[in-house]
Each structure stands twice: as structure tokens, then as C-alpha cells.
């Protein structure tokens, strides 16, 4: 009887997670590849990867993923779980209506704790790893992002605590942080906050238009020049499957350069910095 190593990827349909799936297929993996809509379903040809309908805010689609588990328990070992699937809606904290606060809190970060959780004996039984990709926004938040940055440091400190818990249990949970990676996500949620601005008050457009605007540029201009999404997924591939991680990793040039300056600078020189590249765009 033949034993899978099987590696599963949610928010497989696009960027980074689908870049992913095509890797580790290549290094054949059996891969698992969660996808939103029965037409996803039909993304990937690979004779390797199994594409699932996984919503992660969704029980029954966890239910109906740890039932398939459950099935093929004696030819599947779980080598790894990752945790990719995310949402972004960027606008002022005063602005962003309480409804997307929450969305994006249920996606990118209770979402991710339900499937973990849900995932978890499996992954003690095969001593797998977790792989959570965060963002460098779980370190630094910009203007314009606070409900994403938010729920990004807090998949940050789950991971930790997660890390720390899981250690005696021989679970590796390893957090990913890319900075701007060239994906339809990022490209679409410039988009969403400019067509955003357009739907503003007049008051609220002299208070925060600028500031939309010259967040959205600032990502459109680097965005030109950022890691391809192809890349990020060779990257976590390769990450999900080594014996000996390290704790954390950093995809981007953006992120080696503002990862080190939060840590060892002071906040107010890291505002002026942050205020600077954005007027300058």
C-alpha cells in the first residue's frame, strides 16, 4: 500500500496559493488545493493535486475536509498545512464599515484557527508542519491598512503562541511574511479602495482622499518591481517541505528592508519614514 505525502493549500485558485500547488506537485506531493467555486475546481490538470471546495469560514466545508481525511487515513500523511487563503480591503480606520472589519477578521484570521484546529490530530499523528503566511503588515501597519494589518499581527501572535504549544508535540509552525508580491489580490484591492474613495462624502473625501490615493500609488509604483507570485510559491513550496525550518521567513525585498528598520529603529523614525515614501509617490 502506497502512502501519499500529502500538503494542503488553502486559497489555492490564485497567487501565491496556486504558484504553491504547482510546485509542490512538481516535487510530487499529492496536494490538496482549497478553492471558493465549483469552477476553481477545474483549475489544475496535475494528476497530483486534489482540488477541494474550502471555504475556511465555512464548518461544513472543514467537516466535509477532515471526512476526506478520515477516509483516506491509511495512504494519507499530512506533511504540511498551508494556510494561505486571505482577504484585503483597504481604507481608514474611521471609514471601514464594522461588516469589513469582521469579514476580514472571520478569513484571515478565525478562519485559519478553525481549519488548524479542525487539522491538528492529523498533523500530531505525522509530526507535519504548520505554515502560516502572514504579511509584512503583522509587523508594520501603513496607513489605509488597519483592518488588514490588524488581523495579520494577531495571525502573527496566534502563530507564536501555536508554536510554543505545539513544540513538546514535535508540530513545526513556521510564519511566512511577504511583503508585495504580485498577485490578482493586491492588484484588485488598489482597486476596491480607489473605487472606495469615489463613494466618499465631500467632508471625508478633504480628510482622507489624498491619503487613499497616495497609499494605493505607493503599492501600484512598487507592485512593478515586486517578487512574482511563481517565485513566493517556489519559496513557501520549498519551506512547507523542510525537516528543519526556521521559525520565520520574509518574501520580498520590501519586506528585508521594513522588517529590520521596525525592529531596530524607533516608532516616530519609522512614521516619518513610512509618511515620506507615501508623499513621495
Do not use: C
Amino acid at each position: 500500500m502506497s502512502i501519499n505525502e500529502v500538503v494542503i493549500v488553502t486559497g489555492a485558485s490564485s497567487g501565491i496559493g496556486k504558484a504553491t500547488v504547482v510546485e509542490l506537485s512538481k516535487k510530487n506531493f499529492h496536494v490538496i488545493a482549497g478553492v471558493l467555486k465549483e469552477e476553481e475546481l477545474k483549475l489544475f490538470t496535475e494528476t497530483n493535486v486534489e482540488p477541494v471546495l474550502l471555504d475556511i469560514t465555512n464548518e461544513d466545508d472543514i467537516a466535509s475536509l477532515v471526512r476526506l481525511l478520515n477516509k483516506n487515513r491509511k495512504t494519507y500523511k499530512i506533511v504540511s498545512l498551508i494556510n494561505n487563503a486571505g482577504i484585503e480591503f483597504n481604507a481608514p480606520f474611521e471609514l471601514l464599515k464594522m461588516e469589513d472589519w469582521r469579514n476580514q477578521f472571520d478569513v484571515n484570521l478565525f478562519g485559519q484557527v478553525a481549519l488548524t484546529k479542525a487539522l491538528l490530530p492529523f498533523l500530531r499523528k505525522s509530526h507535519g508542519s504548520i505554515v502560516n503566511i502572514t504579511s509584512v503588515g503583522g509587523k508594520v501597519a501603513m496607513p489605509n491598512y488597519s483592518a488588514y494589518a490588524a488581523t495579520k499581527f494577531a495571525f502573527e501572535a496566534a502563530s507564536d503562541s501555536l508554536r510554543r504549544e505545539l513544540k513538546d508535540q514535535k508540530i513545526k509552525v513556521v510564519i511566512v511574511e511577504p511583503g508585495g508580491i504580485q498577485t490578482e489580490m493586491a492588484a484588485y484591492s488598489g482597486d476596491l479602495s480607489l473605487n472606495f474613495e469615489k463613494t466618499l462624502s465631500v467632508e471625508d473625501k478633504k480628510l482622507y482622499s489624498n491619503l487613499i490615493k497616495s497609499a494605493v500609488a505607493s503599492q501600484s509604483n512598487f507592485l512593478k518591481h515586486a517578487m512574482t507570485a511563481e517565485k513566493a510559491g517556489k519559496k513557501v513550496a520549498a519551506i512547507a517541505t523542510k525537516k528543519k525550518p526556521r521559525t520565520r521567513y520574509s518574501l520580498g525585498m520590501d519586506a528585508k528592508m521594513t522588517l529590520p528598520m521596525v525592529r531596530f529603529f524607533p516608532t516616530k523614525f519609522v512614521d516619518w519614514i513610512l509618511e515620506l515614501n507615501r508623499k513621495l509617490t
